[in-house]
């Protein structure tokens, strides 16, 4: 009997506002994981090195983050997800996250890509903005040299001129050539970076599209930065998708990777 192909859902806000946030956000993703019958990672930073100003708000650290993230793994039983952006990070990180993220912009540091992949986690790189995604095969190669065995790279657009953002569906397929997970971000496909005085922009009324078209292309699975708020979330506000809007997306992803991955 063929098994059925389920997506891998990654969902979370973009960085741990605080620990109560953080767990309200990860009872309701369970939630609506259960009323779908469908498992999901939940996803938080512990820290945005990369803000577009100095002012903007970081997270709570490395140490008090894992220690929200264990929470949440501890209360609700979901994976974790979280990046790192230097060397010294990982070790620690790797004691609580199921998975461990390279951020786009770091996608090509050699040092960082085998610090991680010898931790024996699942990793996960975003594709960076300014890369091919053949590139892509080379991040792929340090990973695997260094023992990685589980691999998950993530398209979330490429740069298209200034302050915006444009998804090439080939890369999916193209990726998938290498033998790894490839994970569409919807979220981050639609920021306008640097856009607004001081921080990224978005147009969250594309993330429907945007991930539909992404099963139709073949996406292995998908990642939603959601927020209970967005117009008062501490990052990347203008681009997630609101926590009310997730299910009714999801059902319809279902749909389509359903037709795409195991038939009609």
Not at 79 to 88: A, C, G, N, P, S
Not at 181 to 207: C, L, M, R, Y
Not at 209 to 223: R, S
């Amino acid at each position: 009997m063929k098994k059925v192909k389920v997506p891998i859902l990654i969902v979370g806000p973009c960085v741990i506002e605080s620990e109560k946030h953080s767990l309200k956000m990860a009872q309701e993703i369970k939630k609506i994981a259960r009323s779908l019958k469908t498992d999901v990672i939940f996803k938080s930073s512990f820290d945005k090195a990369n803000r577009t100003s100095l002012d903007s708000y970081r997270g709570p650290g490395l140490q008090k983050g894992l220690e929200i993230l264990s929470l949440v793994k501890k209360e609700t039983g979901l994976k974790i997800l979280t990046d790192v952006h230097e060397t010294y990070q990982v070790k620690e990180v790797a004691k609580v996250a199921d998975i461990i993220q390279i951020p786009a912009f770091l996608c090509r540091q050699t040092d960082l890509l085998i610090a991680t992949a010898r931790t024996g986690k699942t990793v996960n790189v975003k594709k960076g903005q300014f890369l091919s995604p053949y590139d892509m095969f080379f991040v792929v190669e340090k990973l695997k040299k260094n023992g990685a065995k589980k691999i998950m790279l993530t398209e979330r657009g490429t740069f298209f001129g200034y302050n915006n953002l444009v998804v090439d569906f080939r890369s999916i397929p193209v990726m998938k050539e290498f033998n790894v997970d490839v994970i569409f971000d919807a979220t981050h496909s639609v920021q306008k970076p640097s856009a607004s005085k001081g921080k990224s922009g978005g147009e969250p009324q594309f993330i429907s599209t945007l991930a539909k078209a992404a099963a139709a292309a073949g996406a292995d699975g998908f990642f939603f930065e959601v927020h209970n708020n967005p117009e008062k979330a501490l990052s990347d506000g203008a681009n997630s998708l609101k926590l009310s809007q997730f299910s009714a997306l999801i059902e319809e992803i279902f749909k389509i990777f359903k037709v795409v991955n195991n038939g009609k």
